[in-house]
Each structure stands twice: as structure tokens, then as C-alpha cells.
């Protein structure tokens, strides 16, 4: 575990405009108060955002994702059979297109609490921050 702790904190410190971005908005429970880390160590990997309770891991691509995608099919189904989504967003889409990304992340944390409770959520005012 402490192998992986400095590579995490180093991504931490060397994010990219999208992964700023997304952490601004993910940051200090402000999607109806779901609780997220930043590249977090989990299950031999790091994952650019996860919200532990939810078991909702959030992974960002860029350009570089088309050099890996063996790597992240595997590393995606070993975080699925330890029960955790992954939902993957292109960097692009994060920058452009915010809203609709925080959407499909409240749908994703909406689904796992109507799962949770296993009944009907009660209606929410709309978590989405407007930039």
C-alpha cells in the first residue's frame, strides 16, 4: 500500500485541466453530499475519483487512454468483481461539456441510493453546480 501512496499523492499534484476541474466541483461532498477522493489507491490501482460509500469510481481520458485501453478493460473489471462502477469521461467532455458530465455522475449516485433504500428517493433540488 505505502508503494502506491506516493505515485497518488504525486498525481495529485500534477493534475490536468480536467481532473482540476472536476475535482473543484466533486470536492468537499458538493454533489449531494457524496463524499469523493482524488486519485485514491484501490485495489493495486489509482483512481481518479471515487466515492467509496457509492462505490462509484469516476476515471477521466485523454488522449493517452487509446495507448492503454487493454490496461483499463482489465483494471475496470477487477474494480468491477470487488462491486465498484466505472463510469470513464474524455477530458474533453469534462472541459465542454460540465453540466451533462454532473449529471450522469447524479444519476449514477441516484441509482445506488434507490439501490441502497430499495425505494423511490425522495425529489431533490438539483445538485448540478451552474458554472
Given at each position: 500500500?505505502?508503494?502506491?501512496?506516493?505515485p497518488a499523492?504525486?498525481?495529485?499534484?500534477?493534475?490536468?485541466?480536467?481532473?482540476?476541474?472536476?475535482?473543484?466541483?466533486?470536492?468537499?461532498?458538493?454533489?449531494?453530499?457524496?463524499?469523493?477522493?482524488?486519485?485514491?489507491?484501490?485495489?493495486?490501482?489509482?483512481?481518479?475519483?471515487v466515492c467509496?460509500?457509492?462505490?462509484?469510481?469516476?476515471?477521466?481520458?485523454?488522449?493517452?487512454?487509446?495507448?492503454?485501453?487493454?490496461?483499463?478493460?482489465?483494471?475496470?473489471?477487477?474494480?468491477?468483481?470487488?462491486?465498484?462502477?466505472?463510469?470513464?469521461?474524455?477530458?474533453?467532455?469534462v472541459l465542454?461539456?460540465?453540466?451533462?458530465?454532473?449529471?450522469?455522475?447524479?444519476?449514477?449516485?441516484?441509482?445506488?441510493?434507490?439501490?441502497?433504500?430499495?425505494?423511490?428517493?425522495?425529489?431533490?433540488?438539483?445538485?448540478?453546480?451552474?458554472?
Amino acid at each position: 500500500m505505502q508503494l502506491i501512496r506516493q505515485p497518488a499523492r504525486d498525481l495529485r499534484n500534477n493534475s490536468t485541466d480536467a481532473e482540476r476541474r472536476l475535482w473543484r466541483l466533486l470536492q468537499r461532498a458538493q454533489l449531494a453530499r457524496h463524499k469523493f477522493r482524488r486519485q485514491h489507491p484501490l485495489a493495486g490501482y489509482i483512481v481518479d475519483f471515487v466515492c467509496i460509500p457509492a462505490r462509484l469510481v469516476i476515471e477521466l481520458d485523454g488522449g493517452q487512454y487509446l495507448d492503454a485501453v487493454a490496461y483499463d478493460v482489465e483494471r475496470t473489471a477487477r474494480l468491477e468483481r470487488l462491486g465498484y462502477r466505472v463510469r470513464r469521461f474524455w477530458n474533453d467532455d469534462v472541459l465542454l461539456r460540465t453540466h451533462e458530465v454532473l449529471e450522469e455522475i447524479w444519476r449514477e449516485l441516484e441509482g445506488w441510493i434507490g439501490a441502497v433504500s430499495q425505494g423511490p428517493t425522495p425529489p431533490q433540488p438539483s445538485p448540478v453546480p451552474r458554472d
